[in-house]
T-cell receptor
Framework: QKEVEQNSGPLSVPEGAIASLNCTYSDRGSQSFFWYRQYSGKSPELIMSIYSNGDKEDGRFTAQLNKASQYVSLLIRDSQPSDSATYLCAVNRVRGNEKLTFGTGTRLTIIP | GAVVSQHPSWVICKSGTSVKIECRSLDFQATTMFWYRQFPKQSLMLMATSNEGSKATYEQGVEKDKFLINHASLTLSTLTVTSAHPEDSSFYIC????????????FGPGTRLLVL
């Protein structure tokens, strides 16, 4: 089992709809969770961080964390073509150690 | 805030030469910096973790004598690819973390290396 798993996609969503990206992790002791966006040919860009169970909203983005089920998700409301990118889920497994374990990413395409 | 720069953004070199890539945290002090490599259409691969003032910790399978890492200050880490070969051609990305219990990593824009 991979430490951090994501569906590689591609995930196609119509413009204006909600895009839902999911991530599961294997280490139950994981502490911190991050979503990064990576455009083709560019480096990753931090979108959201979440540390506690529940939802965290930032503009059109909502991160959801369920530690009991070991999954974290990212919802993108009112999807725009500019949201088309690869979304990376990252997990910090050891508090105080900044090393992150990344999933392989989900490629999202917003269809105009 | 949380800006990380890399220099150069791209480099072309001949096989056998060495290439140095700089990573700087511009508006925060980074106790820890990370070096990643990414081949086309593949995921990020962590190469090493760099802590200021101490030796880097390399991931399994990464040759520490080939990829020299120096973290001389809280705002600067360098990666030197020694005796580069065409198979070292890749996208090298650094990230920096403020530390102090905040595990967020902020990525630099990356350096594209092409070895001829």
């Amino acid at each position: 089992q991979k430490e951090v798993e994501q569906n590689s996609g591609p995930l196609s969503v119509p413009e204006g709809a909600i895009a839902s990206l999911n991530c599961t992790y294997s280490d139950r002791g994981s502490q911190s969770f991050f979503w990064y966006r990576q455009y083709s040919g560019k480096s990753p860009e931090l979108i959201m961080s979440i540390y506690s169970n529940g939802d965290k909203e930032d503009g059109r983005f909502t991160a959801q964390l369920n530690k009991a089920s070991q999954y974290v998700s990212l919802l993108i409301r009112d999807s725009q073509p500019s949201d088309s990118a690869t979304y990376l889920c990252a997990v910090n497994r050891v508090r105080g150690n900044e090393k992150l374990t990344f999933g392989t990413g989900t490629r999202l395409t917003i269809i105009p | 805030g949380a800006v990380v720069s890399q220099h150069p953004s791209w480099v072309i070199c001949k096989s056998g030469t060495s290439v140095k890539i700089e990573c700087r945290s511009l508006d925060f002090q980074a106790t820890t910096m990370f070096w990643y490599r990414q081949f086309p259409k593949q995921s990020l691969m962590l190469m090493a973790t760099s802590n200021e003032g101490s030796k880097a910790t390399y991931e399994q399978g990464v040759e520490k004598d080939k990829f020299l890492i120096n973290h001389a200050s809280l705002t600067l880490s360098t990666l030197t690819v020694t005796s580069a070969h065409p198979e070292d051609s890749s996208f090298y990305i650094c990230s920096a973390s403020p530390g102090a219990g905040r595990e967020t990593q902020y990525f630099g824009p990356g350096t594209r290396l092409l070895v001829l």
